[in-house]
Each structure stands twice: as structure tokens, then as C-alpha cells.
């Protein structure tokens, strides 16, 4: 449990941010390809030596990135009440407090910076941003903005309050220009900085900070947390037996097209000192064998040899096929993503309906992204104002449309839902994916040319409300033809 003493805090966290590191350093080797390879029996390794290479299917990876490109924050909302909000607000007008915190994500470099994030959460189960001042970097920035940071699990570690399930303290490591163990503690009310000496954390009272913020400016980003394991899951846990089963079977194809895959010779007669290098010196057992070459005690003069027919690999790549397609179920991947295709290739309708579960799971994970990226932007803001804006409550991350409509889907989506009257101009555009910035200019854009042109504009409109056009040429004759045509078209 959290001491509420701070200087035992600090010790606390730091020795469970170190009880988790190899649990996150394995999940990153199964990332990288560099895992170890399992299941195979210690005296055949030792037989084969450095002869022997791993044959990595990297899986991890492939679930992991897959999941990345449909997780992309491109903007914030605010959605506004009907009745005005309960407590303080800043003086940023209603429009452009969306435009003020998308501002601040663009000016800490996190359009890049959450790729990375999101990503160590993928692998990790969580990753972290935190809010504080820019210090020596505010002189020369000129701004005084505050500074978000996105920090890697092996590197922070938070405790939540078991009552509130708020952040309660989290503390970050490094090692400064002296090569001495350092730490943050961050409080809900102060951060305090420590080094290590003499096996014991001291504070340095000097570099204290109290900004009386009344939350932790550390902010989880959690993968699929649960309420008695809220450190997160990686998201190819499931997969790794899997990738380590068939990094096996692969290997042995690899082994298998080296001893058998070619036609195997034989010879009866002779002895295993018979067999030496172009020097003279005796092969060991591994080398006589990758030789392709199999022999046996006999009396000189009873000398045979012949070959024996090469083998079918075929059940190995049949094992492999059904550990993909495990794999693929596990991390609810579509078919063809694993390159497993029919003679007769899906219509797009069938690609986007094998991508449903996937998309599905994508939107899940935008939810609890999106609370920690909503929680980050509030701190900001506050540290920026120093007013909790009682808006920001109501402030939505959007994120891109995870599924695959191609494009003039999207269009063909989001003009009939507009000439419907069902959403404005402006949500349209945020529906086809354009940024904030360039909507704005599309909006200026329009001012423009509706001043030019004010029928023209009363025209969009009226098409954009779902309401018939006007006349514009005034009573016509169409309804009068109607009736000399006996209301027939």
C-alpha cells in the first residue's frame, strides 16, 4: 500500500516500478523479434550449435501495428451544453476553446509524440504523459507554455487511490550527468526530486515544486486494464505460446530442409574417423550429418552407398497455417491480413465485414485513450489558466474513423447526411477527416465567396438544411404544364 509519508513514497514506487521492468523488457524482445526460442530440447541445441539460426514470424509485431494505424487522434471537440456549465471558466469564447486545445497538443509535438505512446501501450499495456513547466527551455521558448511529455513503463509507474481510483502519486527515474539514480515523486499538490545516495533516496528540497494543482500531473494511458490489474495488458499476450510455436516449427523446416528437404546419401563400410576436413582433421558428428551424409561400420570390401528420397515439408507449413489463423482469431485480426486468401478474392464488402470485430476492438481502446488524452489536456489547461475550465469536462477527443470505407464512401456518407439536414457543414467535414485548421480555412474560404455570390449561397444552404430550393426565377410555368399535362410527368 502507498505510504503517506513522501519520503517512504518515492521508495515504494520506485521498487514496483523495478518488480514490473522484466515483464516489460520480454514484452519489448517479442516486439523486436529477439525473443528467445522455446521448445526445443537444450541437448539438440547444444548439438547444433552456432549452426542453428531462429526463424522468427513476428506476430507481436504485426497485431501491434496493425492495431496502431486505426488509432489516430486528429482533434478535439467541445460539446456544448444546453445549460451552461457549473463552476469557473476561462475567457476563451465557446468556438475556439476546441481550436485553444488542439493548439497546445500540436505545440507539444504529441500529433507524433501519442504515435509513440500508443504504440508502448500496445506492447507495454500502458504509457504515461506528463504535464509540468518547460524550466530552462521557458527563457528561450518565450511562450511560458507548459510542457507534456510522453514517458515509457519502464520508466514511470503510477498508484491509483483505491477509493477514488484517481492517481495518488507516480513517481519517474533517470540517471543525471553525474551517472547518480534519480527520481520525481509527483503529488497531487507538490513534486518533489530526489537522488540516490548512499542507498537512500534524499530529497532536494530546493527543487520542490508546489503547484497546488489538487491532481497527480501524471496521466495512465492504459491498454484493456482491469479494476484489480489496472497496469494494462499487452496486446499480443494471448499470442505469445502461439509466435513461440511457430517460431519452432519454423526453425525445424529450416532444419528439416537442411538434413531431408535434399536427397539423403548413405554409406555402409566406413567408420567415422573416415571423415575429415581438406586438412585432416576429424568433422564432428553435426558437420558429418550437414554433409548430407549417413555411414556405418562394414568390412572394407562389403562398401555400398546409395541415398534415400527427400521429404514433404508440407506438415510443417500445414502447422504453421493453423497457428497463424489461432493467432489471427486471438488478436481478431481479419483473414487476409495473415495472407490467408481464397481462389475467389473478397469483395470490398466482404473485407470491411471481416474487419468488424477489429474495428470494434479499435473503438474500444479509443474510449479509454480517449479519457486519459481528455484528462492530459485538462491538466494543461490548467497549468496554462490556473482555472479548472468546467468546460473541459465536456471536452471529446475525435478520433479518424478506424474502419476502411474507401474514400468515396466516406464522401458519398457524409454529403448525403449533410443535403439531409441531418448534420451541419462544418460536421461534415470532420467526418471526411479534414483537420481543424483546414476547416477553418474552408470556412473562410465560404465567407468569401457567399459575399460574391449571395444566391449561390442561400442555394447551399437551403440544400444543406434538406429544405427544397428556392424559386429563383420566381412563379413558374412548371406547375401550370403540370396541369395542362394531366398531372402526368
Do not use: C
Request: glycine share 8%.
Amino acid at each position: 500500500m502507498l505510504p503517506s509519508d513522501p519520503d517512504k513514497a518515492v521508495g515504494y514506487l520506485y521498487q514496483e516500478l523495478v518488480r514490473d521492468e522484466p515483464r516489460l523488457k520480454l514484452n519489448d524482445l517479442y516486439y523486436e523479434g529477439q525473443q528467445p526460442l522455446q521448445f526445443m530440447a537444450p541437448m539438440l541445441q547444444d548439438e547444433l550449435g552456432d549452426r542453428i539460426t531462429e526463424l522468427v514470424l513476428n506476430w507481436p509485431r504485426l497485431g501491434t501495428r496493425s492495431y496502431l494505424y486505426r488509432l489516430r487522434l486528429i482533434g478535439f471537440r467541445y460539446a456544448r451544453p444546453r445549460r451552461a456549465p457549473v463552476g469557473p471558466v476561462t475567457s476563451v469564447p465557446d468556438d475556439d476553446l476546441d481550436d485553444e486545445i488542439w493548439g497546445g497538443w500540436i505545440d507539444n509535438g504529441l500529433v507524433a509524440g501519442s504515435r509513440q505512446g500508443i504504440i508502448e501501450g500496445l506492447i507495454n499495456g500502458r504509457w504515461y504523459t506528463i504535464i509540468g513547466g518547460r524550466g530552462d527551455d521557458e527563457d528561450s521558448d518565450g511562450e511560458g507554455l507548459p510542457l507534456i511529455t510522453v514517458e515509457h513503463p519502464t520508466q514511470v509507474y503510477s498508484e491509483a487511490d483505491p477509493r477514488t481510483r484517481q492517481t495518488a502519486a507516480a513517481v519517474k527515474r533517470w540517471i543525471d550527468d553525474y551517472e547518480t539514480q534519480a527520481a520525481t515523486l509527483y503529488l497531487p499538490d507538490e513534486t518533489r526530486h530526489y537522488r540516490m545516495t548512499s542507498g537512500e533516496w534524499r530529497e532536494l528540497p530546493e527543487e520542490r515544486d508546489e503547484h497546488g494543482f489538487g491532481v497527480v500531473p501524471v496521466v495512465k494511458w492504459p491498454n484493456e486494464d482491469r479494476l484489480l490489474r489496472p497496469g494494462g495488458t499487452s496486446e499480443f499476450r494471448d499470442v505469445i505460446p502461439l509466435a513461440d510455436a511457430a517460431n519452432k516449427m519454423a526453425t525445424d523446416m529450416m532444419i528439416s530442409g537442411e538434413f531431408h528437404a535434399m536427397p539423403r546419401r548413405w554409406v555402409f563400410g566406413m567408420k567415422e574417423d573416415d571423415f575429415v576436413n581438406e586438412v585432416g582433421e576429424a568433422l564432428s558428428t553435426w558437420q558429418s550429418i550437414a554433409g548430407r551424409l549417413w555411414a556405418t561400420d562394414k568390412k572394407p570390401d562389403e562398401v555400398a552407398a546409395g541415398q534415400f528420397p527427400e521429404a514433404d515439408l508440407s506438415n510443417f507449413h500445414n502447422t504453421i497455417k493453423l497457428l497463424a489463423q489461432l493467432a489471427g482469431q486471438m488478436l481478431d485480426l481479419p483473414p487476409h491480413y495473415m495472407s490467408f486468401n481464397t481462389d475467389n478474392p473478397a469483395s470490398a464488402d466482404g473485407i470491411r465485414a471481416s474487419d468488424s470485430r477489429m474495428v470494434a476492438r479499435a473503438e474500444d481502446k479509443q474510449v479509454a485513450l480517449g479519457e486519459a488524452a481528455k484528462l492530459t489536456m485538462r491538466i494543461w489547461h490548467r497549468s496554462l489558466t490556473g482555472i479548472w475550465d468546467a468546460r473541459l469536462r465536456r471536452l471529446e477527443p475525435v478520433w479518424r474513423d478506424p474502419a476502411t470505407p474507401t474514400v468515396a464512401q466516406a464522401a458519398d456518407a457524409a454529403v448525403k447526411l449533410y443535403q439531409a439536414g441531418i448534420v451541419p457543414l462544418r460536421q461534415t467535414r470532420i467526418k471526411l477527416g479534414f483537420q481543424p485548421a483546414e476547416i477553418d480555412q474552408m470556412e473562410a474560404e465560404d465567407a468569401k465567396a457567399a459575399a460574391a455570390d449571395p444566391l449561390a449561397d442561400i442555394a447551399r444552404q437551403q440544400a444543406g438544411s434538406g429544405a427544397d430550393q428556392p424559386d429563383l426565377d420566381g412563379p413558374g410555368t412548371d406547375d401550370e404544364e403540370d396541369d395542362d399535362s394531366g398531372g402526368q410527368a
